[in-house]
């Protein structure tokens, strides 16, 4: 979603601003734009890319206050009056803000029978006539973001500008994510610590009501009280946050590429001298917890169902497993001793946050399954788990996935401490590292056959099902085809009745206790007209399959053969000459909800 970027005292404001945009560009955007002090307020701002930014963008900025945005519409069409930074009206006060503004309607009326008048059709430009509505009160622009904090209702992560202090930078958060990096000389504001880190090391995290300014020499947080807050500062090192290629033509092709080396450092991380190194706290709140709810959205909803089969097959812990979207409206917390597992890559999902808010309100316990030490979500987490996965720059989640998959097996083995999930990892190891070197041109084969499709449907049971809703997604984010997954048993009772002649359908054999009854899906569909593509282990494989890897252990599918869903989504995607790490509509870390 939109990123926010901006500097004060930076030697080179432009290149930092630039670049910055353009590191957060995996997020999503439609339109980008900066402003700067130079006596007055200027702003340079349009529909497209950071780069197509810096082409309009005065070659030489020598302002010492700077702050840029990509945008990702949400109120207005992208456009350019409706592109940050937006100016206040009496052009005092300028700023770009990440998240929603709920009560904008009655705050741009209020504001209007006040004399302002409105020129975007955003929810920001209510916050920027706010600001100066309370700062031409009194001339105190702390006391101006206070009094607006106090009236917006919603999420922001706001960087602001006014004409009349030349040398601040002021912020304020609530729910979307506001990162300071400390300089010498200089200091930073981001979304994230990705365009910061060729700065700096250290950063300051905004928590939510919380405000203040930066200063080429001074760091000032207030909190919702107004009090000074003594901040922590946490070390970030450049490589985890590395966005270079690496010699790849696309970042998700780079991260497909890297799940076996992530699952190796995952067992790593959790798994020394003999010993499951997990925290014996959280592994006793998960035993003696009666029910674990999982949550997550999108891809991290899908590792969830397998992470809550795991804990029912493996640990006998009942569990649910929710949208963290749909539960947020309607809360459940069965049992008696309750304990949520909440699984986010970016630890910034505004989902999520929603949810966690709800059950620290509660008083229940959680984890954090995250990629993203530091974030939101893992401030506000009893516990967190990181998956380990390096950052992950593509949009479509790929490795964040399998990690997610393999973390929640190890766990479930931790808690029994069944050691055999560790072999049945290895297993998995070797079949990717076959995946990648021996089947690719057979996935891209199977990839022309269907690009050209409107339809397209995966079938699997119990793991292999979980794992067909995954890769439905990932083929729809990347190719724009429609595609359904549908657990085998269920298409006589609807699908069936959309298979027709051609359709492409890709099933998943890797479970000995399902695989006949998916034989028998296979000719359900086949005399039906359809064209099969099957996906099996060699113990369960016929002769006409389309792919056949070594057996491994059924319920690490999520694992084993995932890349086969990632890589057809991927050479679907490049065959259609689509922007596969970036797909339109689309962004990376979801902050608004
Ligand atoms: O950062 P999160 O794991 O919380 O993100 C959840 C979803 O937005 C995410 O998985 C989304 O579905 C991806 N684009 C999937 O490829």
Same mark, same amino acid.
Not at 48 to 58: A, F, Q, T, V, Y
Not at 305 to 322: A, D, M, P, Q, W
Not at 449 to 469: A, P, Q
Not at 509 to 528: F, L, Q
């Given at each position: 979603?939109?990123?926010? /970027?901006?500097?004060?005292?930076?030697?080179?404001?432009?290149?930092?601003?630039?670049? &910055?945009?353009?590191?957060?560009?995996?997020?999503?955007?439609?339109?980008? &734009?900066?402003?700067?002090?130079?006596?007055?307020?200027?702003?340079?701002?349009?529909?497209?890319? +950071?780069?197509?930014?810096?082409?309009?963008?005065?070659?030489? !900025?020598?302002?010492?206050?700077?702050?840029?945005?990509?945008?990702?519409?949400?109120?207005?069409?992208?456009?350019?009056?409706?592109?940050?930074?937006?100016?206040?009206?009496?052009?005092?006060?300028?700023?770009?803000?990440?998240?929603?503004?709920?009560?904008?309607?009655?705050?741009?009326?209020?504001?209007?029978?006040?004399?302002?008048?409105?020129?975007?059709?955003?929810?920001?430009?209510?916050?920027?006539?706010?600001?100066?509505?309370?700062?031409?009160?009194?001339?105190?622009?702390?006391?101006?973001?206070?009094?607006?904090?106090?009236?917006?209702?919603?999420?922001?992560?706001?960087?602001?500008?006014?004409?009349?202090?030349?040398?601040?930078?002021?912020?304020?958060?609530?729910?979307? +994510?506001?990162?300071?990096?400390? &300089?010498?000389?200089?200091?930073?504001?981001?979304?994230?610590?990705?365009?910061? /880190?060729?700065?700096?090391?250290?950063?300051?995290?905004?928590?939510?009501?919380?405000?203040?300014?930066?200063?080429?020499?001074?760091?000032?947080?207030?909190?919702?009280?107004?009090?000074?807050?003594?901040?922590?500062?946490?070390?970030? $090192?450049?490589?985890?946050?590395?966005?270079?290629?690496?010699?790849?033509?696309?970042?998700?092709?780079?991260?497909?590429?890297?799940?076996?080396?992530?699952?190796?450092?995952?067992?790593?991380?959790?798994?020394?001298?003999?010993?499951?190194?997990?925290?014996?706290?959280?592994?006793?709140?998960?035993?003696?917890?009666?029910?674990?709810?999982?949550?997550?959205?999108?891809?991290?909803?899908?590792?969830?169902?397998?992470?809550?089969?795991?804990?029912?097959?493996?640990?006998? %812990?009942?569990?649910?497993?929710?949208?963290?979207?749909?539960?947020?409206?309607? +809360?459940?917390? *069965?049992?008696?001793?309750?304990?949520?597992?909440? %699984?986010?890559?970016?630890?910034?999902?505004? $989902?999520?946050?929603?949810?966690?808010?709800?059950?620290?309100?509660?008083?229940?316990?959680?984890?954090?399954?995250?990629?993203?030490?530091?974030?939101?979500?893992?401030?506000?987490?009893?516990?967190?788990?990181?998956?380990?996965?390096?950052?992950?720059?593509?949009?479509? #989640?790929?490795?964040?996935?399998?990690?997610?998959?393999?973390?929640?097996?190890?766990?479930?083995?931790?808690?029994?401490?069944?050691?055999?999930?560790?072999?049945?990892?290895?297993?998995?190891?070797?079949?990717?590292?076959?995946?990648?070197?021996?089947?690719?041109?057979?996935?891209?084969?199977?990839?022309?056959?269907?690009?050209?499709?409107?339809? !397209?449907?995966?079938?699997?049971?119990?793991?292999?099902?979980?794992?067909?809703?995954?890769? #439905?997604?990932?083929?729809?984010?990347?190719?724009?085809?429609?595609?359904?997954?549908? *657990? &085998?048993?269920?298409?006589?009772?609807?699908?069936?009745?959309?298979?027709?002649?051609?359709?492409?359908?890709?099933?998943?054999?890797?479970?000995?206790?399902?695989?006949?009854?998916?034989?028998?899906?296979?000719?359900?569909?086949?005399?039906?007209?359809?064209?099969?593509?099957?996906? #099996?282990?060699?113990?369960?494989?016929?002769?006409?399959?389309?792919?056949?890897?070594?057996?491994?252990?059924?319920?690490?599918?999520?694992?084993?053969?995932?890349?086969?869903?990632?890589?057809?989504?991927?050479?679907?995607?490049?065959?259609?000459?689509?922007?596969?790490?970036? +797909?339109?509509?689309?962004?990376?870390?979801?902050?608004?909800?």
């Amino acid at each position: 979603m939109c990123g926010i /970027v901006g500097a004060i005292g930076v030697n080179n404001p432009r290149e930092y601003v630039i670049e &910055g945009l353009k590191n957060l560009e995996y997020r999503g955007y439609d339109s980008a &734009g900066v402003g700067f002090l130079n006596k007055k307020i200027k702003i340079y701002k349009d529909v497209g890319s +950071p780069s197509h930014l810096d082409e309009i963008l005065p070659k030489n !900025i020598t302002s010492d206050v700077i702050i840029s945005h990509t945008r990702w519409a949400t109120h207005g069409v992208p456009s350019k009056k409706n592109s940050h930074p937006h100016l206040s009206m009496n052009k005092k006060i300028s700023l770009v803000h990440n998240g929603l503004i709920d009560n904008y309607i009655d705050l741009r009326n209020f504001l209007i029978s006040k004399g302002y008048t409105f020129y975007s059709q955003t929810d920001t430009e209510v916050i920027g006539n706010l600001l100066e509505y309370y700062y031409l009160q009194n001339n105190d622009m702390l006391v101006a973001l206070d009094k607006t904090k106090a009236n917006i209702k919603g999420s922001y992560a706001c960087a602001i500008i006014n004409e009349d202090y030349p040398d601040t930078l002021f912020m304020m958060r609530k729910t979307s +994510p506001l990162l300071v990096g400390k &300089g010498k000389g200089f200091n930073l504001i981001a979304s994230d610590a990705s365009p910061m /880190v060729k700065y700096t090391n250290e950063f300051i995290e905004l928590d939510d009501y919380e405000y203040g300014y930066i200063t080429k020499y001074d760091i000032k947080v207030f909190n919702r009280n107004n009090e000074l807050v003594d901040k922590a500062v946490t070390i970030k $090192d450049l490589e985890s946050y590395s966005h270079d290629l690496n010699g790849y033509p696309h970042y998700m092709l780079k991260e497909i590429e890297e799940i076996d080396t992530v699952i190796k450092k995952l067992v790593t991380a959790y798994y020394q001298d003999n010993e499951y190194q997990f925290n014996k706290d959280l592994l006793n709140d998960l035993k003696e917890s009666d029910h674990i709810i999982f949550l997550g959205c999108g891809t991290s909803y899908h590792a969830s169902l397998v992470g809550g089969r795991l804990f029912e097959n493996f640990n006998n %812990i009942s569990t649910t497993k929710y949208i963290a979207s749909e539960w947020a409206f309607h +809360p459940t917390f *069965p049992g008696v001793r309750p304990f949520v597992v909440l %699984i986010s890559q970016s630890g910034e999902t505004a $989902d999520l946050i929603h949810c966690q808010k709800i059950i620290k309100k509660k008083g229940f316990r959680t984890l954090l399954i995250t990629n993203t030490p530091g974030s939101t979500l893992s401030r506000g987490a009893t516990y967190t788990l990181l998956i380990h996965a390096g950052v992950e720059v593509s949009v479509a #989640s790929t490795k964040a996935y399998a990690a997610q998959v393999a973390l929640l097996s190890l766990l479930s083995g931790a808690i029994n401490n069944d050691k055999k999930v560790l072999n049945d990892l290895k297993d998995t190891i070797r079949v990717i590292e076959y995946i990648k070197n021996e089947l690719k041109d057979k996935i891209k084969g199977i990839a022309e056959e269907i690009k050209d499709h409107e339809n !397209i449907f995966y079938l699997g049971r119990s793991f292999d099902y979980f794992l067909s809703m995954e890769a #439905s997604l990932k083929l729809k984010e990347v190719s724009y085809i429609h595609s359904e997954a549908i *657990p &085998g048993g269920e298409l006589k009772h609807g699908p069936i009745a959309l298979v027709n002649e051609g359709l492409p359908v890709i099933v998943f054999i890797t479970d000995p206790t399902t695989a006949n009854s998916m034989r028998s899906n296979i000719e359900e569909v086949k005399s039906r007209g359809a064209k099969v593509y099957t996906i #099996s282990t060699k113990d369960l494989s016929k002769d006409e399959d389309s792919l056949v890897v070594d057996n491994y252990a059924y319920y690490l599918s999520g694992v084993a053969v995932s890349s086969i869903a990632f890589y057809l989504a991927y050479y679907v995607s490049l065959a259609k000459g689509y922007n596969v790490d970036k +797909p339109r509509n689309l962004a990376k870390s979801v902050t608004v909800e």
